[in-house]
């Protein structure tokens, strides 16, 4: 069955979206929900349905009877000798007598192989599929850099192996008027200082220098938030462990720039000349007349 229902909200934008008028078949994407559904909902949905169906199949057999060893009229027998069909235990105390019965044992059982299949390719893909788990900063910050203005991101890896060939790319994404006045949502690939790495193993501060070429040129917080600007970083690198492709993707609206701020240190270095990285302050930003740092004009 095709639906014409609005699509679900789609997110990284600085208001959700709604796809009206796309036809799809209803059921088109379940593969793709479960493999980014989360864990309890996973095994929710598994539960249910096992119950679900096994609850079916004892009512068929109510129904058709001819189930030997149950007892007559009684739901529990004939749920778990649903159960003891579709995982093709048969300890061998009920067995079917008549041929409804039999020919419901031989559906059921064929079906019990079926999703045992499908639900152990479906819980290998969940579970191998593989992850980033890159911390971005929750804020990004306009500051001052080497004595020139900037937008810096902050980046961590959160897991013990590093993310080898790391490639990293930050996107302004705005409302723009053409000449002819037609409104266009553009996508403006920033330069970046740095946008590669050898070894992502532990933070990487983004920066993209804010010059007359740059789209964030003359840029102020109010310009920002009539424009809808989001700023959008995508990271893809090879796990080191296992060599497979990780991507990473984070968005920020225009609120989550702080102009005339910089991100705190977060490396400490200890007297003995060991090297410390605090996380705990990853996030935190504060103002560059904190620090004595001249705030130019926006």
Known sequence: MKSNAPSPPVGGTSQTTVRVGVRRWAFSDVYQIILTAPWWVIFTGILAAYVTTNALFAMLYLIGGGVDGARPGSFEDAFFFSV????????????????????????????????????????????SQPRA?????????????????????????????????????????RDEVTREGELFRRFHTLSLVRSSSAVFALSWSAIHVINESSPLWA??????????????ASLVGLEETTSQTVHARHTWRSDDIAFDHRFRDILVVHPDGRRELNYDRFHDIEPLAARGEPTPAA
């Open 219 to 232: 840029e102020t917080p109010e310009s920002l938030r009539s424009s809808r600007s989001d700023l959008v």
């Open 84 to 127: 003891q069909t579709m995982s093709t235990i048969g300890y061998g105390r009920m067995v079917p007598t008549s041929t409804f019965a039999n020919g419901l044992v031989a559906i059921e059982a064929l079906f019990g192989l079926v999703t045992l299949a499908l639900g152990t390719s479906v819980m290998y893909s969940k579970f």
């Open 133 to 173: 788990r890159v911390l971005f900063s929750q804020r990004a910050v306009i500051t001052i850099h080497e004595g020139q203005r900037a937008l810096m991101v902050r980046l961590a890896n959160e897991r013990a192996s590093g993310v080898v060939e790391a490639q990293l790319r930050l996107v302004l994404v």
